[in-house]
């Protein structure tokens, strides 16, 4: 089996990752996305940077930090019938939280009530309909970056002008969202093909919970009705190897936050017992040769 994986630069994942290849006897060629240079209108016949033809690669295994590079490069690759994890579509799907929210509403997820306005006084008015506190988050992005919780209309003001005031088109795209009152915690639980195979709890006195940000992270049992709304979730923006973010409410339902198609691990596999990247690398090995 001849693999390659796209990279930006080799993190903690992509060690695990590619450790967990050598333990299947497979050394993927490392591409790295500042190198790509794709002819589109010839196709796979061409070389990639490895030197190999593009289309000699059973796989794609795509980890690149910057989501637009990954996205793009697959949306390139998987027009040529060549096979990646995740697929294309996924990706954009979850690159974008307009498109996930579109995706679990058609899911019947449930997810918290979200709106969607273009303008400052129409997104006043989704602010409101939400109801205070309300989440402003980015369409794009990651790591609890730019996310805002607004209390009143007088911050709502003020972050929306800030918004407004910004250059990129992307600020200019308001998604509202409620703000759950979760237990100081949420939830991120890998799901690789359809199983859930583990999950964590990311307990924090901030309420962004993220690792990145200084979330704690500790085992998170997988139950029955865990496992069936991740699934779930993972089915309605096209499946494959997903980390999924869910808060409990009030009641102690969960909601569906957000789905990552690059997910990080390195603080997930101690505190579950469970090596991540060997599940996520045994799974893809299957596929291809079910597929072969």
């Not at 273009?118 to 990651?142: C, H, N, R, W």
Request: net charge negative; proline share 4%.
């Amino acid at each position: 089996m001849r693999v390659a994986m796209l990279v930006t630069h080799i993190r903690a994942e992509e060690k695990l990752i590619l450790s967990a290849f050598n333990n299947r006897e497979i050394s993927p060629d490392i591409i790295l996305d500042r190198e790509l240079n794709f002819d589109i209108s010839r196709g796979s016949e061409q070389l990639a940077p490895s030197g190999i033809a593009w289309r000699a690669y059973d796989l794609i295994f795509e980890r690149c930090v910057s989501t637009s590079r990954g996205m793009y490069a697959l949306a390139v690759l998987n027009s040529w019938g060549i096979r990646s994890f995740n697929a294309y579509e996924t990706a954009a799907i979850c690159a974008d939280k307009v498109r996930t929210s579109i995706a679990l509403t058609q899911g019947g997820i449930p997810q918290p009530h979200t709106r969607l306005a273009f303008t400052p006084d129409s997104a006043m008015q989704a602010i409101e309909d939400v109801k205070y506190p309300a989440v402003l988050k980015p369409v794009t992005g990651s790591w609890g970056r730019l996310l805002a919780r607004v209390h009143n209309r007088d911050s709502a003001e003020a972050i929306l002008e800030h918004r407004q005031t910004l250059g990129d088109y992307n600020h200019h795209i308001y998604y509202v969202q409620e703000y759950v009152d979760k237990p100081g915690r949420d939830i991120r639980a890998f799901v690789v093909g359809d199983r859930t195979i583990a999950a964590i709890y990311r307990a924090s006195n901030h309420w962004i919970t993220n690792t990145a940000r200084g979330g704690q992270a500790t085992n998170c049992p997988v139950t029955p009705q865990l496992d069936e709304i991740c699934v779930r979730a993972a089915a309605a923006v096209g499946g494959g190897i997903l980390a999924i973010d869910l808060l409990e409410d009030a009641r102690g339902n969960y909601v569906v936050n957000e789905i990552n198609h690059t997910m990080e691990f390195r603080n997930s596999s101690q505190p579950t017992g469970v090596d991540i990247a060997q599940e996520v690398i045994d799974y893809v090995i299957e596929q291809v040769e079910v597929m072969a």
